[in-house]
């Protein structure tokens, strides 16, 4: 069984739409994060949850919005897409916040074109 | 602030060869260490950890230890393969804070 899975891996859209990325994970962890990864390999945290709530929501524009039904999930939330936003974006969970090992997901590369 | 500085790369590395990936931190209050790998088109994942000074993590023939008089954490493998061909990235976490820091990464590339 995959621990942290996210759909869709592949993602082409246009500049100016809205799309959404999923992330579930199926370890009982209460923590769950989105990170941004550029194309050189940078790896940038943009939120952090844990049961249920926003913890961490760094210097991301307002255009991203996390959103988590509940522990299990934390879905991703795009609008109006722009150039820049094309990278790939992670979702990862940890059973404490911020001071135990995170299992990462397989990732997910949104282009803009 | 915590932080993370880890050697730019990328490495290229005949197989067999040793190998050294430099980690240093800046961190208050005791950070727990990590080292995570990315092979390609893959997420990261746990590759080795040490949670107090001293400690050692070892895994797959990779090791690091925690050294808190040179805030090191350096990463080290006697004998690399093709297969250890991937992006490293060092990590801390620390139990005041509430997030993990990444180091830049770094690239290596193993040839037979």
């Known amino acids: 069984d995959t621990a942290v899975s996210q759909t869709p891996k592949y993602l082409v859209t246009q500049m100016g739409n809205d799309k959404s990325i999923k992330c579930e994970q199926n370890?009982?962890?209460?923590?769950m994060y989105w990170y941004k990864q550029d194309s050189k390999k940078f790896l940038k945290i943009m939120f952090s949850?844990?049961?249920?709530?926003?913890?961490i929501n760094e210097t991301v524009p307002n255009r991203f919005s996390p959103k988590s039904p509940d522990k299990a999930h934390l879905n991703l939330h795009i609008n109006s897409l722009e150039l820049g936003d094309s990278a790939v974006y992670f979702c990862?969970?940890?059973?404490?916040?911020?001071?135990?090992?995170?299992?990462f997901g397989p990732g997910t590369r949104l282009t803009v074109t | 602030g915590d932080s993370v500085t880890q050697m730019e790369g990328p490495v290229t590395l005949s197989e067999e060869a040793f190998l050294t990936i430099n980690c240093t931190y800046t961190?208050?209050?005791?950070?727990?260490l990590f080292w995570y790998v990315q092979y390609p088109g893959e997420g990261l994942q746990l590759l080795l950890k040490?949670?107090?000074?001293?400690d050692k993590g070892s895994n797959k023939g990779f090791e690091a230890t925690y050294r808190k008089e040179t805030t090191s954490f350096h990463l080290e493998k006697g004998s690399v393969q093709v297969s250890d061909s991937a992006v490293y990235f060092c990590?801390?976490?620390?139990?005041?804070?509430?997030?993990?820091?990444f180091g830049t990464g770094t690239s290596l590339t193993v040839i037979p």
């Open positions: 949850y844990n049961n249920k709530e926003l913890i």
């Open positions: 040490a949670t107090k000074a001293d």
């Open positions: 370890l009982g962890h209460d923590t």
């Open positions: 961190a208050t209050g005791y950070p727990s």
């Open positions: 990862a969970s940890s059973q404490l916040l911020g001071s135990d090992e995170q299992y």
């Open positions: 990590a801390l976490t620390t139990n005041t804070g509430n997030q993990f820091y």
